[in-house]
């Protein structure tokens, strides 16, 4: 896979994605914990098959202390164990989120609200905006063929600001 165009060699594609970050880094220090984010961005990133997304959030999930069984289960987290109700919660709107046009309903009622059951309204507030953002930025990288595996925690970590 040839990468078509590098989005932050371009000016205008550098501020876009300066503006991003700076939205991910509120989501981020809201009150939805690191654990769920990880597994919601990862989930999404699978979902759309964008490998850079999948490296990155991978591998920022392994430098917070994520179990590899749960990073690899994250695909198949229906039939396995390792998943809190909440975490399930999550994972479920994540999955209907992201997959809107699938279905005739978008968000299911029984799905929403098993995640109220387990997030406030501010969590509620980070965990949708996350969705939504995530899904933003494995188009972005899908569209450009942006390739997974050269990834490094913390190279975007200039961006802020």
């Known amino acids: 896979m040839e990468q078509r165009m590098d989005l932050m060699a371009n000016e205008l594609g550098a501020k876009i994605a300066k503006r991003i970050y700076n939205v991910a880094l509120a989501i981020q220090q809201s009150p ?10 990862l989930r999404a990133s699978q979902i759309n098959g964008c490998g850079f997304c999948v490296d990155y959030h991978t591998k920022d999930a392994t ?37 809107l046009a699938d279905t005739h309903h978008g968000v299911s009622d029984d799905t929403w609200a098993k995640a109220r059951k387990h997030y406030d309204d501010d969590q509620i507030v980070a965990l949708v905006s996350l969705i939504a953002m995530i899904n933003a930025n ?4 899908v569209i450009v063929r942006n390739p997974g595996g050269s990834y490094q925690p913390g190279m975007f970590d200039a961006m802020a600001n």
């Open 32 to 41: 939805l914990p690191q654990t769920i984010q990880d597994l919601v961005m």
């Open 63 to 99: 430098a917070a202390g994520e179990s590899a069984v749960r990073l690899h289960l994250v695909a198949a987290w229906r039939e396995s164990t390792v998943f809190t109700e909440a975490e399930q919660a999550a994972l479920a709107l994540t999955e209907e989120g992201t997959r």
């Open 138 to 141: 494995n188009r972005l990288n």
